[in-house]
């Protein structure tokens, strides 16, 4: 690709090229979907993690879901600076400290230290533990396809890919 070609991603759609590929986006979404972990929180982890990367079509697929169901405009814009924001629930906050964690280099120690953890733990169970983990996961499967392939942001997924 190049900056005259702007408008077309850098690879066709990698489900046909490695149908593979959809099986296991496909069991990631499902065993997200699944959990007792509220789709609101997962979709603002997502959002989170594609500020946190930089990047345009992760940002706004999440945005879109979020506001698919219903999210507020202010609570959308807050996501980027949620740890001063009033507008999220202590568990919605120890998520996006979670994804910021696991995605953001530590500076120093742990990048998730037991402190953190157990505020984790405080708001959600074990399988809700575990479903927060599987949805960074979830993401993180989602990075590098963003980062290198580069769909095309805010397209029907049908069209994001040359």
């Known amino acids: 690709m190049t900056a ?9 759609n990698p489900a046909l090229l490695l ?6 986006a496909r069991s990631l979404a499902q065993a997200v979907a699944s959990s007792p972990v509220p ?6 982890m997502h959002l989170r993690a594609g500020q946190i990367v930089g990047n345009t079509y992760l ?3 999440n945005a879109a879901k979020l506001r698919e169901g219903g999210e507020t405009e202010a609570r959308l814009t ?4 949620w740890r001063d924001a009033a507008d999220f ?7 996006l400290a979670l994804v910021e964690a696991v995605l953001t280099p530590a ?3 742990e990048r998730v230290p037991d402190e953190l953890y157990a505020q984790a733990a405080e708001h959600y169970g074990e399988k809700e533990l575990a479903a927060l983990i599987v949805a960074i996961g979830q993401v993180s499967f989602f990075i590098p396809l963003a980062l290198i392939g580069k769909p095309l942001a805010g397209v029907a997924p049908s069209e994001q890919w040359r």
């Open 4 to 12: 005259t070609n702007a408008l077309q991603s850098r690879l066709p």
């Open 19 to 24: 149908p593979e590929f959809g099986d296991v």
């Open 39 to 44: 789709a609101t929180t997962v979709n603002l």
């Open 59 to 61: 940002t706004l697929a």
């Open 78 to 81: 807050a996501v980027a600076s």
């Open 89 to 95: 629930t202590p568990a919605e906050r120890v998520a």
């Open 107 to 109: 500076t120093g120690g």
